[in-house]
């Protein structure tokens, strides 16, 4: 409601200032007063239809355009004795201006826009720290990508961090959904429907990393993306075992999707009676192997001749790990 109001003192103000450049001392414009109108409405406009406006690329623009000026002015003062010579051949100050001005603005802006990662341009200050405070970047893996299940939990709305995917993290994916493997070809392409799915929801700040840092040439994908982490201050998640090993001996925050989704689990104690059914013989000589809905493994003794059977266990003892969980128990009774 408040911007509204802003909005609507902007109007008034625009057909004020419409009105006094439309009626002059020596003559009328009344062209003045629709042309104020309609770029005032252009503005509104497009104030309207871009309402998620990031505040780095804003204040970058602000900062650009405020250093443009002032080195177009302490330019214009140091050549100031060039301009008095010259002054007899024509307004030389004007065109000096018309031409730097837009120049060094352009430039300056571009610059920022380019180097925000390294230097946040936050209002009303200005943080040179790379220190990031508060809520850190989720830097994703080609593996948590694919997996899929990132885009599930996003969802959810648990995680509002901004999700930042690597250039060569992309041309990774690309690289496998190119594959002439068929296998590797549908993985591939999950991962960038995942990632086209991230990007077009609105409530999800998703950002692609762009920018080329020298230190990673020459570094395996894993290697880049512990480094640019760094780089960053940010947490990696991944689904990769070997990747958790490498980034924590680095010091960069991970956080494992395998870890999560067995952190949700149902917790069984040992004593309690479970339902499954047999799937299939185990690898010793009296185990049966069930599943339960989430895909934790359970391995029943005494278990092997109820293959295909409903059957009830009795849980002895549960095993976790980061690449999942195990349940073991003894075969009680057969439902059906």
Same mark, same amino acid.
């Given at each position: 409601?408040?911007?509204?109001? =802003?909005?609507?003192?902007? #109007?008034?103000?625009?057909?004020? !200032? ?5 009626? $002059? &001392? *020596? ?70 201006? =018309?031409?730097?001005?837009? #120049?060094?603005?352009?430039?300056? !802006? ?5 180097? $925000? &990662? *390294? ?75 995942? #990632? ?141």
């Amino acid at each position: 409601m408040a911007l509204w109001i =802003l909005r609507g003192l902007f #109007l008034l103000i625009a057909a004020g !200032v419409g009105t006094s450049l439309a009626f $002059q &001392e *020596d003559a009328t414009y009344f062209w003045a007063i629709p042309a104020t109108m309609l770029l005032t409405m252009l503005v509104i406009l497009m104030d309207v239809l871009i309402p998620r406006k990031r505040v780095e690329v804003i204040s970058s623009v602000y900062f650009g355009v405020f250093v443009g000026l002032m080195m177009t002015m302490m330019l214009q003062l140091i050549m100031a004795p060039t301009f008095n010579l010259l002054e007899e051949k024509g307004p030389i100050p004007i065109y000096f201006q =018309l031409v730097f001005t837009p #120049l060094f603005c352009y430039v300056c !802006v571009s610059v920022l826009m380019q180097t $925000q &990662e *390294d230097f946040r341009f936050i209002i009303p200050y200005i943080e040179f720290s790379k220190e990031v405070k508060g809520v850190r970047p989720y830097l994703l893996d080609t593996s948590v990508v694919i997996d899929g299940r990132i885009a599930d939990l996003i969802e959810t709305g648990i995680v509002e961090n901004q999700l930042i995917i690597p250039r060569f993290i992309l041309s990774e994916l690309q690289a496998i959904a190119d594959s002439s493997d068929k296998l590797r070809r549908s993985r591939g392409r999950r991962g960038l429907d995942i #990632l086209n799915r991230l990007r077009n929801d609105e409530n999800v700040d998703f950002k692609i990393y762009e920018r080329e840092i020298p230190d990673l040439d020459g570094h395996p994908v894993d290697m880049k993306l512990v480094l640019l982490a760094d780089h960053l201050q940010a947490k990696v998640v991944t689904g990769d075992y070997n990747l958790n090993k490498v980034a924590r001996l680095h010091n960069v925050m991970v956080i494992n999707l395998n870890d999560i989704a067995n952190s949700l689990k149902p917790i069984f104690l040992p004593g309690e009676t479970v339902q499954v059914t047999v799937i299939k013989m185990g690898e010793e000589s009296n185990q049966g192997i069930g599943y339960l809905d989430d895909g934790t493994m359970i391995v029943i003794e005494n278990g092997r001749d109820h293959v295909g059977k409903n059957v009830e266990i009795s849980v002895t003892s549960v095993l976790q790990k980061s690449a999942g969980r195990m349940i073991f128990g003894k075969f009680t009774n057969v439902i059906w």
